[in-house]
């Protein structure tokens, strides 16, 4: 394994997420060392099927993000409805509901700025399905950073506004399918 | 690891407004602030935080500026219907038993809710006996809270909230438009009083029986959630209620014990009788 060792993976996603998170989280085994932080836009309803949804095709843990608690690897932290989440310098989630940024809380590029910065070279930021532009300016923080951004090509995504957006906004991120994001995401941990 | 300059700076910028304005940030959650001191620094056209704070430490026009970055003030009336529905239904019933009531609203912004709370007294008869305490840091939400008037198109959503929230009026009943604005009625207020008062670094001041701090929690570190749940529980009496958040919890705070969950959803919770 070259680089730095990853310590955390953060996934955004918009129309479509569900179908894309479908497909990438269940490959992942219950025993997975990294977190796995994700923000999905949702209509801000406060009680969201998202995490149940997911946790019934993973064997990964899947949880809704509480305010200050501690990020540890083996678990899927899903944005509340209506919240930013964002990761602190100890490596606490952080929730908020300060204004929507550009439209959106949760808001893709929030959650990957502040991961970004608690994580620098160590994360993979992943942009997937969406019909707007939330995470490119996320992905570009982290790509400046020294972290990896992958990106489900966007011509296999059911809305291609975000990755497109994503794609321009850091040419260095690798356009993948959605399998080949898994896999990468079993790479980087390595054979235990 | 060393830190950056810019973490340097930011610190830095904490203490000199701790030390010029006697406003204490330095136990905020750091991703949210120094975002939004970022916001800041931009609208102010500072290049750094250094440089802000010089602006900040020499022009005393720069600080109640600033100030608006400091504090988040999204705020409505009957936000969470729910919330204000499980205080109506579960909270007031015990404290019809008292004969006098005080109730502290913790980080009250511009009063939305402490207004919210007063409409609810009233329609539940408990106006008379209570005293509200809001409280906040920002002396321009507090200004605001005074005034009562809001924007008007806030009020088909605050209307629909206090339907929701089992609203036994009609929330129109409460204000008249004028000034381009929804003014709401002066007599709401007689029960009320709005001071400054910091979380971070003021004393209890009263002994009441519900304590409702929402959305304000999620702004500090644990250390500072833990004085501040602290304060709430040596404020309140026997039995009192705490209400907090949507998504906030004593989960891990350090006076967890102190407390029993009474709605759980809702995040109110019952100080224990032997605390
Ligand atoms: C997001 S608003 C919450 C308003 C209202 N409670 C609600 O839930 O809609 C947070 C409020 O907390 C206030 N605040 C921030 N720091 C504080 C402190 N140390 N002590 C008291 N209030 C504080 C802010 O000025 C702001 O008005």
Redesign the pocket.
Known sequence: MSGPRVAAVAVGASAGALESLSVILPELPEDYPLPVLVVVHLPPDRKSLMASLLRERCRIAVKEAEDKERIVGGMVYLAPPDYHLMVEEDRRLSLS?EEPVRYSRPSIDVLFETAAEAYGPGLVGIVLSGANSDGARGLRAICDAGGVGLVQSPDQALASAMPHAALLACPEAAAMSLGEIAKHLLGIVGPS | MLDSTEDIEFRLLLEAILRKYHYDFRGYSTASLKRRLRQARERFGCRSFSTLQDRVLHDPTVFPDLLSYL??????FF?DPDYFRAIREHVVPYLRTYPSLKIWV????AG??VYSLAILLREEGLEDRTMIYG????PE?LRRAEAGVYEMDRIPLFTENHRRSGGKSSLSDYYTAAYGGAVFDKSLRRRAVFSD????ADEVFAEVQLVSC???LI?FDRELQDRAVGLFKDSLSRKGFLGI?GKESLHFSLHAEAFEEFVRDERIYQKRGDR
């Open positions: 509901s | 504090t988040v003030q999204v705020s409505e936000r913790a980080g009250c912004s939305e809710e409280t906040d840091i920002n939400a008062h910091s979380l971070a929402r959305n304000v702004y958040g």
